[in-house]
């Protein structure tokens, strides 16, 4: 681990605390230590660097929404907008709690691709018919509802495992 | 003009409160009406799609009833859900019973002749 000017560089003992983390982030620091071969203290020093340096952003739970009884329905949003009004089209989307996820993409036409949860399929069409389309630049939006999900992973440093050698 | 006379119907709208054409669940055609006159403009360029998915839904007769607040057009427009047109049949019957009104206003604050 090495710090330069306020940003972090981790090394490979950084990255496999952060792998053995994402695997349970219940873990005392002692087990990783042992699974990692370092002193607990080492993985205690660590992880204060990367949670100070906003490496770790939090430490959360992961909820299957469906086996806890909340009802939702996902969608994605292709929001095509006037190139002027973009930014502020996406800025007013990731004020919204039901929107999950915003992305900005540079095709043929500049869109926003949005993922967003609502109640029903009627609650989403009224947020969108309400909300969205009412937007300064909004030109067009398609709508895909999700009908079954195959995978939904956040991003993981095994993601990059090959990459990293862990 | 004294827009405060002026029918409700007969206004310009907000952005927030204009009529949004899409042509199925979420799915915006970049399509909108912010008063009567545009909505009369529209229902003649828009995907027919979009009419047929807006009015088996109610969303003109609701829009016209709570936004324009003319009850009587939205009574119209109801009717004619009633009778099941579609495509263009259903395009033409309801630019008809808009574009009805909408002259029946103007021409009562001589804004057509």
């Not at chain 1, 939090?58 to 292709?78: F, H, N, P, R």
């Not at chain 2, 828009?46 to 009015?55: D, P, T, Y």
Request: charged share 30%; glycine share 6%; net charge positive.
């Amino acid at each position: 681990m090495k710090i330069k000017s306020d940003t972090l560089t981790l090394d490979a003992t950084d990255l496999k605390i952060l792998k053995a983390l994402q695997e349970d982030a219940r873990q005392t620091y002692a087990n990783i230590g042992k699974r990692l071969g370092i002193a607990h203290s080492t993985v205690y020093d660590r992880l204060r660097k990367m949670e100070r340096h906003g490496i770790i952003k939090q430490y959360t739970a992961v909820v299957d929404g469906e086996k806890a009884g909340l009802k939702s329905i996902t969608a994605l949003m292709t929001i095509y907008t006037d190139p002027k009004e973009s930014e502020r089209v996406a800025e007013e989307l990731s004020k919204t709690p039901k929107v999950l996820e915003v992305y900005a993409s540079l095709s043929e036409e500049l869109l926003i691709i949005a993922k967003v949860v609502a109640e029903n399929q009627e609650s989403l069409h009224a947020f969108i018919a309400n909300y969205l389309a009412p937007l300064p630049g909004v030109l067009r939006i398609r709508t895909s509802i999700v009908t079954k999900k195959f995978k939904e992973t956040p991003f993981s440093i095994s993601n990059d495992a090959d990459k990293l050698h862990l | 003009m004294n827009t405060e006379n002026m029918p409700k119907s007969l206004r310009t709208f907000p952005r927030e409160k204009a009529f949004y054409f899409f042509t199925s669940i979420g799915n915006y055609t970049g399509v909108s009406a912010a008063s009567l006159k545009e909505f009369v403009e529209r229902i003649n360029e828009v995907n027919v799609k979009s009419i047929e998915f807006h009015l088996y839904r109610g969303d003109f007769e609701k829009w016209i009833g709570e936004t324009l607040e003319d009850k009587k057009l939205a009574e119209d427009v109801g009717k004619l859900q009633k009778t099941n047109p579609l495509g263009d049949q259903l395009r033409n019957q309801l630019h008809a019973i808009v574009s009805k009104r909408y002259q029946q206003l103007a021409f009562g604050l001589g804004l057509v002749r």
